[in-house]
Nanobody, 124 residues
Framework: QVQLDESGGGLVQAGGSLRLSCVASGRTFTTYTVAWFRQAPGKEREFVAAINWTGTGTYADSVKGRFTISRDNAKNTWYLEMNNLKPEDTGQYLC??????????????????WGQGTQVTVSS
């Protein structure tokens, strides 16, 4: 099982930017996908973005054009660059990983490894 550790969250004003980091320890899968989810109090966990081992990125419609997911394989680190943040982006951001599968990226249960999360709060 891969251990994941997120960082980079904080309090920002609407329109601002943050970059989240997800560091993986232990051995990663040969074929894998790393994704970011977010969860606000009282709401379901929501898919945000994902990148697979080939570098293919996928984004939720709500963040498309504003967020960018990337990776640094040498550092076992994945990033989520968040620009033009909105109050509705507020939530606990979680990094997750899974092996190769055709299951939907929005399927929370398809991800076997999760970080503890980092809080992102966007004020107006």
């Amino acid at each position: 099982q891969v251990q994941l550790d997120e960082s980079g969250g904080g309090l920002v004003q609407a329109g601002g930017s943050l970059r989240l980091s997800c560091v993986a320890s232990g051995r990663t899968f040969t074929t894998y996908t790393v994704a970011w989810f977010r969860q606000a109090p009282g709401k379901e966990r929501e898919f945000v973005a994902a990148i697979n081992w080939t570098g293919t990125g996928t984004y939720a419609d709500s963040v498309k054009g504003r967020f960018t997911i990337s990776r640094d394989n040498a550092k076992n680190t994945w990033y989520l660059e968040m620009n033009n943040l909105k109050p509705e982006d507020t939530g606990q951001y979680l990094c997750a990983a899974r092996g190769g599968t055709t299951r939907s990226l929005a399927d929370v249960g398809s991800f076997g490894s999760w970080g503890q999360g980092t809080q992102v709060t966007v004020s107006s």
